[in-house]
């Protein structure tokens, strides 16, 4: 999202003139980058920069500050939009570290209880094909977050349900007792850790993501990879195709064994009624009659949770949802008693 921001005049700024706000200022904390005009011939290289820097690397809204000198029509320039803008201290990765991937591919397949954990960023990296070509190949356990939802279809047996606090059981046994972790394109929030220093103690991790910034920032990462999750899963994928390693069959399938046990164990049942239409029947029910296809959206609270629990979403971009803003409403939950 690019936000173009009107301002008071350039020589009212900081003047605490009417109807001035600082807007670079105010838009600092929630904005990926803010820019401001000082000269009307600056405007189509900022506003260049601005689709730029909001569209790559990790995708995030710019706010353009605008101070209404800078549209006077009586002066005039030559307007010519620049077809690529270089910015010396912004350069999205465009491909993993080679030897890093190498590395995390050898950890991948002489793990005895691997898992992968897929976040937002397989979706707005477009790299659910390639997450799920590696997923299927290795054969292996697939978890993902509340944003990931869609990155690999849940109706599959290798998926287990999405983890953290309104997770599946068996999403986080898996994760506490695995010894690897391919981490892809999420990052590591409280709401999947709970207390970080108790976080999966016997996993080694992998982590890839195309915003350094998120590498290593709560949870250590054993191999960091920064790059663009769809070339770096590529590279994975060939490397796999490639390796006369395999993973150790056995090993596996005591893996699966162990998990099906946790699965059964609770897994997502509920108790029915004659009496009364349960939440989860509803949702269920509204994925039958959809035939998985429909395009789910919610406000945040409980029902927020069953909908991502109990419709299994198989493809990208149908569960639309806020995911950082949550607390919010459990804040309302706990003030006012609101559902």
């Known amino acids: 999202m690019v936000v173009l921001c009107g301002q008071v005049a350039s020589t009212l700024i900081g003047e605490d003139a009417f109807q001035e706000t600082d807007m670079i200022g105010v838009s600092r904390p929630v904005v990926k980058h803010n820019l401001s005009v000082r000269h009307p011939e600056e405007i189509p290289e900022i506003v ?75 979706i707005l990296g477009k790299a659910t094909d390639q ?13 993902n977050t509340l944003m990931g939802i869609g990155c690999y279809p849940a109706s599959d047996t290798q998926h287990i349900g999405w983890l953290g606090m309104h997770g599946t059981y068996e999403s986080n046994m898996a994760m506490h007792h695995s010894d690897l972790i391919l981490c892809v394109g999420a990052r ?33 990462a054993d191999v960091p990879i920064v790059g663009p999750v769809d070339a ?19 090993a596996i399938a005591a893996w ?29 029910a509204l994925w039958k009659l959809t035939n998985g296809e429909a395009f789910v959206t919610s406000d945040v609270g409980q029902h927020q949770m ?23 409403a459990s804040a309302c939950q706990r003030l ?4």
């Open 48 to 122: 260049r920069k601005a689709y730029y820097i909001a569209s790559t690397g990790r995708p995030g809204p710019v706010v353009v500050d605008i101070p209404k000198d800078m549209t006077t029509p009586n002066e005039r320039y030559e307007y010519v939009f620049p077809k690529k803008v270089k910015l010396r201290s912004y350069n999205p990765a465009i491909r993993g570290h080679a030897g890093q991937i190498k590395k995390a591919v050898d950890m991948l397949l002489a793990a005895k209880r691997p898992i992968i954990y897929a976040g937002g960023g397989v």
């Open 131 to 143: 997450l799920t070509e590696l997923v299927r190949m290795l054969g292996y356990p697939i978890t």
């Open 188 to 220: 590591f929030d409280d709401r999947v850790t709970n207390a970080t220093e108790k976080f999966c103690p016997g996993a080694r991790i992998v982590h890839i993501d195309i915003d350094p910034a998120s590498i290593s920032k709560t949870i250590d």
């Open 232 to 250: 770096v899963l590529k590279e994975m994928i060939t490397l796999v195709k490639e390796s006369k390693e395999k993973p150790d069959a056995d």
């Open 256 to 284: 699966w064994k162990q998990i099906e046990e946790w699965r059964a164990f609770h897994g997502m049942r509920y108790e029915t009624s004659p009496d009364v239409i349960k939440p989860q029947e509803v949702v269920e």
């Open 306 to 328: 069953f909908a991502a629990q109990y419709y299994k979403f198989d493809k990208p971009n149908r569960w639309i949802n806020s995911g950082g803003l949550a607390p919010w």
């Open 336 to 339: 006012w008693g609101s559902s």
